[in-house]
């Protein structure tokens, strides 16, 4: 891995990326506040508000201002996407899944509410996503909205998130998974929230189709490179630097792009899906591209 | 009105609603890759003895205000996904830990917890994509269609049905009126509602048919208790006590048969005079009126 290109020298995205963190976790603060019965609420929060990059949001906020929106447009799509992060996190977690004890460096949902009330802070995060995009965006026609209501949908439900998460726990365990199917859990366990977030932005930002297809294939590019380069971290860095223990897709058998087609093939494959998802970009104004140009830079070029 | 008993017959009127909902749920959830999931989704929604209480109640009151009842299926279909989302989660082991349901064993009993987990996840989503996409858009205008959104998503949320289950784990003091409420009689009421939106109905309609479907819906279940106790002999003891222990949650089980029918009558009248103030919709009140003294008196079986 090399260090960032010279075409982000002239935008601040650690800046930019600081700011939106700070407007997209105040407007999540204020859309679930804490209510009756106040354990949900104070399950739903502790998952909710437990700092994360927001990159979902981000990608979502970034979208709508590239294609003319303003924020105010996005944001509550942009917290319905990370509400609806949040929730697949929060069941993922749990002890007939993944049985997680850890999230963030903090114990997951369960370890701290219990099962029970984990799987309904869940349940009810995914439900105020879709109630909070429908009552709380603004400046939005109503059939933009009902538009963006539906791409979520999709994204989270047994053609999406949920394929993927299906397609994983089959697998486990069996040893010639190939790269079709490595690619479909991908896909469908990470790239297609990605692609909602954005998606949703350029919808609500008013878009036309073509720009909402463009942008489409940029959020599927970088999300599938955002895997890529997760295993390929896995096996490159030691436990210190990433943060979390390293190796542990080899240990767990997991099949992963480096298992499949060497260290240096997935380099290549790495390379290619930044291009890709930057030349999607090629056709809008420069500078409302930056973003997300640095958002695919920082994906590719992470260290952990 | 009188005439309702002689003229309406509510069970050829359910029976032909019921038979055409279950032919949309059937086409609404086709078997997709990966096949496991839909299979999960599809055994709990289109389980063999669902009534299709919430959908029939739907397009009755779309019906009442002259709306076309083919506005009204997809958000009908749209009810029995989310509720079926509902149901799966309240019976998995850590929660109410039912290993049956409507005579058959439960999601998690057949597919394992982790699916059944999985395929609620898909059909929340599924169901408000379903209103989405297979509304006829020239039939209801959007605004009415995000609120029929917002309305479903609160019900099953935080301050909903996802609220009622907790309160009937945790339990405490008045537990069993909010639990009847929030469980039962929010889907009551979200299904008049959302009719009401899919018909054109006004402000002050609305929120009579909040509650009357909120009537309704606790009406059932208090008579759903009141029939199981009476079913019950005394050979059952012993199973009833372990049951106890689970659920201390009906009318019945802390005041007493009696007190429930009185419950019972009570909401029979409060239901039927929140359909006083329709009788200038004519005929069309029937249905509703009529549901009412079904959901009191059980005249006839519906289902298979």
């Known amino acids: 891995t090399q260090s960032p290109k010279q075409e982000e020298t002239q935008f601040d995205f650690k800046a930019y990326m600081v700011n939106k963190a700070i407007s997209v976790n105040k407007a999540l603060d204020d859309a679930v506040s804490l209510r009756d019965p106040l354990t949900i609420h104070e399950a739903m929060r502790y998952s909710l508000l437990a700092g994360g990059k927001r990159v979902r949001p981000m990608l979502c906020i970034a979208a709508c201002e590239l294609v003319g929106g303003v924020q105010s447009q996005a944001m509550p799509a942009a917290c319905a996407v990370e509400m609806i992060h949040t929730m697949s996190l929060i069941h993922d977690d749990l002890p007939c899944m993944d049985n997680d004890d850890l999230r963030r460096g903090k114990p997951t949902n369960h370890k701290v509410f219990g099962e029970d009330v984990a799987v309904l802070a869940g349940d009810s995060l995914l439900a105020f996503a879709f109630e909070y995009i429908a009552t709380a965006t603004t400046g939005v026609p109503s059939s933009r909205i009902l538009n963006a209501i539906s791409e979520l949908a999709k994204s989270i439900g047994a053609e999406g998130l949920v394929a993927g998460q299906v397609v994983d726990i089959t697998s486990a365990g069996v040893s010639d998974i190939g790269l079709d199917q490595l690619e479909f859990i991908h896909v469908h366990k990470t790239a297609q929230l990605l692609e909602a977030s954005v998606v949703l932005g350029a919808i609500l930002g008013g878009g036309d189709n073509e720009q909402v297809e463009k942008l489409r294939k940029f959020a599927r590019c970088i999300g599938l490179l955002f895997q890529v380069v997760d295993d390929i971290l896995d096996v490159t860095k030691s436990s210190a630097e990433l943060g979390k223990t390293a190796g542990k897709d080899l240990v767990a058998e997991k099949a992963t792009y480096p298992k499949l087609m060497g260290i240096e093939k997935s380099r290549e494959f790495a390379e290619k899906l930044n291009k890709e998802a930057k030349d999607q970009l090629s056709g809008f104004d420069s500078d409302k591209a930056a973003p997300l140009f640095a958002l695919a830079n920082y994906i590719a070029y992470r260290q952990n | 009105l009188p005439l309702v008993s002689t003229q309406f017959d509510l069970r050829t009127y359910w029976t032909t609603l019921r038979a055409e909902i279950n032919q949309k749920l059937d086409e609404a959830i086709p078997v997709k890759y990966p096949q496991q999931i839909y299979e999960a989704m599809r055994y709990s929604v289109l389980a063999k003895g669902a009534k299709r209480a919430p959908?029939?109640?739907?397009?009755?009151?779309?019906?009442?205000?002259?709306?076309?009842?083919?506005?009204?299926?997809?958000?009908?279909?749209?009810?029995?996904?989310?509720?079926?989302?509902?149901?799966?989660?309240?019976?998995?082991?850590?929660?109410?830990?039912?290993?049956?349901?409507?005579?058959?064993?439960?999601?998690?009993?057949?597919?394992?917890?982790?699916?059944?987990?999985?395929?609620?996840?898909?059909?929340?989503?599924?169901?408000?994509?379903?209103?989405?996409?297979?509304?006829?858009?020239?039939?209801?205008?959007?605004?009415?269609?995000?609120?029929?959104?917002?309305?479903?998503?609160?019900?099953?949320?935080?301050?909903?049905?996802?609220?009622?289950?907790?309160?009937?784990?945790?339990?405490?003091?008045?537990?069993?009126?909010?639990?009847?409420?929030?469980?039962?009689?929010?889907?009551?009421?979200?299904?008049?509602?959302?009719?009401?939106?899919?018909?054109?109905?006004?402000?002050?309609?609305?929120?009579?048919?909040?509650?009357?479907?909120?009537?309704?819906?606790?009406l059932y279940q208090v008579v759903d208790d009141i029939l199981e106790e009476k079913m019950k002999g005394e050979e059952r003891k012993e199973e009833e006590e372990e049951e106890e222990k689970k659920k201390g949650k009906s009318y019945v089980r802390k005041y007493g048969v009696e007190k429930a029918m009185e419950v019972a009558e009570d909401l029979r009248a409060k239901a039927k005079g929140e359909l006083d103030g329709f009788e200038k919709y004519g005929e069309g009140v029937f249905p509703l009126y009529s549901f009412v003294d079904y959901a009191a008196d059980r005249g006839f079986s519906v289902g298979d």
Not at chain 2, 87 to 105: A, E, K, N
């Open chain 2, 55 to 218: 959908p029939v109640m739907c397009v009755a009151a779309c019906e009442l205000f002259g709306g076309n009842r083919l506005a009204a299926f997809p958000t009908a279909c749209a009810l029995e996904m989310v509720h079926a989302a509902s149901l799966i989660h309240d019976d998995l082991p850590y929660m109410d830990d039912d290993p049956s349901r409507r005579g058959q064993p439960s999601n998690h009993t057949v597919f394992g917890v982790d699916m059944a987990i999985l395929a609620g996840d898909a059909l929340f989503p599924l169901g408000f994509r379903h209103i989405v996409s297979a509304t006829p858009p020239n039939l209801v205008p959007e605004p009415q269609l995000l609120r029929v959104i917002t309305e479903i998503a609160r019900a099953v949320g935080s301050t909903g049905m996802a609220a009622g289950q907790f309160l009937d784990l945790e339990g405490g003091p008045n537990a069993v009126e909010f639990v009847q409420q929030k469980k039962y009689g929010e889907m009551g009421e979200c299904s008049a509602v959302c009719g009401g939106f899919l018909g054109g109905a006004g402000d002050d309609d609305i929120q009579r048919l909040r509650r009357y479907g909120r009537a309704v819906g606790v």
